[in-house]
């Protein structure tokens, strides 16, 4: 079964860290890029960072960029995103997102982990 786990989020002060992680089961992990999104209390979804296939070429909203980082680990069949300098905005439910590289309409969606930046 098809299954993306993701973990670490929480609650962190604004200017706080995190890391997030998404471990993937169930398909090849390598034909697949993967991105997060998130969801917004009250509003939706919202495209944040993609990765391809191996991990050299990186995406991000404009708003993200500087302060969050993709990455992969292929061997470990893990995304991850490292978010700094968080603010209260930030605050979401955060999902990982399979996109298959080779076939139309083929995507996974996890369950996704709660972020809340608040002092």
């Known amino acids: 079964e098809v299954q993306l786990v993701e973990s670490g989020g929480g609650l962190v002060q604004p200017g706080g860290s995190l890391r997030l992680s998404c471990l993937a089961s169930?398909?090849?992990?390598?034909?697949?890029?993967m991105s997060w999104v998130r969801q917004i209390p009250n509003k939706g979804l919202e495209w944040v960072s993609r990765?391809?296939?191996?991990?050299?070429?990186?995406s991000y909203r404009e708003l993200m960029k500087g302060r969050f980082t993709i990455s992969r680990d292929n061997a470990k069949n893990t995304v991850y995103l490292q978010m700094n300098g968080l603010k209260p905005e930030d605050t979401a439910v955060y999902y990982c997102y399979a996109k298959s590289l080779w076939t139309e309409d083929e995507d996974y969606w996890g369950q996704g982990t709660q972020v809340t930046v608040s002092s």
């Open positions: 990765v391809s296939w191996n991990g050299e070429r990186t």
């Open positions: 169930g398909f090849t992990f390598e034909d697949y890029a």
